[in-house]
């Protein structure tokens, strides 16, 4: 993952509650799922003549009303921030991202509780 969306992510994914992590997970990868079966899509995000501002609005008003807040944001800014040809990538990796701190969280709580 890029080191900038890498930052951007651990802050912005660290400071979620428990309740929107797994929303943002669950979210973020029926987003990646979505671009790799969409060909006009992916098309979209990954066209090296759209600047990435470009593709991070249109990611954001594809993506208005129907996910989180916080999912908006992280993919909106990976969109924006990563090379065109990385952008699916970079939503996956965020995914996974998202995914090893909500189960290292479980695993905190858990440790937590006994």
Same mark, same amino acid.
């Given at each position: 993952? =890029?080191?900038?969306?890498?930052?951007?992510?651990?802050? $912005?994914? *660290?400071? #979620?509650? @428990?309740?929107? /992590?797994?929303? +943002? &997970?669950?979210?973020?990868?029926? =987003?990646?799922?979505?671009?790799?079966?969409?060909?006009? $899509?992916? *098309?979209? #995000?990954? @066209?090296?003549? /759209?600047?990435? +501002? &470009?593709?991070?609005?249109?990611?954001?008003?594809?993506?208005?009303?129907?996910?989180?807040?916080?999912?908006?944001?992280?993919?909106?800014?990976?969109?924006?921030?990563?090379?065109?040809?990385?952008?699916?990538?970079?939503?996956?990796?965020?995914?996974?991202?998202?995914?090893?701190?909500?189960?290292?969280?479980?695993?905190?709580?858990?440790?937590?509780?006994?």
């Amino acid at each position: 993952m =890029l080191p900038k969306l890498e930052g951007y992510a651990a802050a $912005l994914l *660290g400071a #979620l509650d @428990d309740a929107t /992590l797994t929303t +943002v &997970v669950n979210e973020l990868t029926s =987003l990646e799922r979505a671009v790799l079966a969409q060909p006009e $899509l992916r *098309g979209m #995000l990954s @066209d090296t003549s /759209l600047a990435g +501002v &470009v593709r991070g609005q249109v990611l954001a008003d594809l993506l208005e009303d129907k996910v989180h807040v916080e999912t908006r944001r992280v993919a909106v800014y990976a969109a924006t921030v990563a090379p065109a040809q990385e952008v699916t990538s970079a939503i996956g990796e965020l995914a996974q991202a998202a995914l090893v701190l909500e189960r290292s969280e479980e695993h905190t709580s858990e440790l937590q509780s006994r």
